[in-house]
């Protein structure tokens, strides 16, 4: 199968674009849960616009596929798949479900010019009778790129979020306002009876949480940008898609009977 250039280079690429796509979709929810306190099904109806999105522009998606290049569908995807991830770089603690509106829309958008013209254009040339088997693959290869993409950007996202944390840490000093007021919480603790001792190490442990969950937002931030960068690299790549088109069978002239019948 992988010997039709078009069944390769669509197989190839859409595990690539499957190990983007699915690091982006497990960052937000993650997001809303850990940071934005929201329960499961809170964050699941927020994530509602990105599949509402998917599901308006997938039947526009495929009349296009018959009068426009498979690439330029998929490329235009990428393109919109990285703006809504660069619009979610901006997330932090303010942010509001409103604020993610946008960002969830853009990103069904290019997921629908993504999923479709992907699939159509790598099993364009394969014979009926071995349909099934690429079928087969080209799922197994979206699937194990999904999952190697997953552990990538859950792997980088961990790292920034630390590096990012001990950044912080090193510049928390209590000359700085949002510090000092801060430290000023530890006379409050002496105030209700509490001893030097345990005041202090409250004090520096609150700190020490807020450095961290800061750091962890830095850390969503920077992988966004990441996969926003990555969907840009990609698109050279669409060069290699290239699908036959194959112009429609000429249709058969009607016999005469039946054209003076219908005369």
């Known amino acids: 199968m992988f010997r039709d250039p078009t069944f390769a280079s669509g197989t190839f690429i859409a595990g690539l674009v499957f190990a ?48 426009v290049r498979p690439s330029w569908l998929v490329g235009f995807g990428m393109v919109m798949t990285a703006l809504g991830c660069w619009m979610q770089a901006d997330i932090n603690l303010a942010t509001s479900t409103h604020d993610l509106l946008w960002p969830l829309a853009i990103t069904g958008i290019g997921f629908a010019f993504l999923f479709v013209p992907l699939t159509t254009a790598a099993l364009s040339n394969i014979p009926r009778h071995e349909l099934a088997g690429a079928a087969g693959v080209n799922s197994f290869v979206r699937q194990v790129g999904g999952s190697v993409g997953l552990s990538i950007f859950a792997n980088l996202f961990t790292t920034y979020g630390q590096r990012a944390a001990t950044g912080l840490a090193q510049n928390v000093s209590e000359l700085r306002p949002e510090v000092a007021a801060q430290v000023a919480t530890r006379a409050k603790l002496l105030g209700g009876g509490m001893t030097g001792d345990m005041a202090h190490a409250m004090t520096q442990q609150a700190l020490a949480v807020r450095t961290h969950i800061q750091g962890t937002v830095i850390g969503f931030d920077k992988t966004f940008i990441l996969q926003a960068i990555a969907f840009l690299i990609v698109i050279p790549l669409l060069v290699f898609l290239r699908v036959k088109r194959i112009p ?16």
């Open 20 to 67: 983007m796509l699915m690091g982006s979709m497990f960052l937000l929810p993650v997001f809303t849960q850990e940071m934005m306190r929201f329960t499961a099904t809170e964050s699941g109806i927020v994530l509602l616009p990105r599949t509402i999105a998917m599901m308006i522009a997938s039947p526009f998606v495929g009349r296009l596929y018959n009068q």
């Open 248 to 263: 429609p069978a000429a249709a058969p002239e009607a016999p005469r009977e039946v054209a003076m019948h219908l005369e």
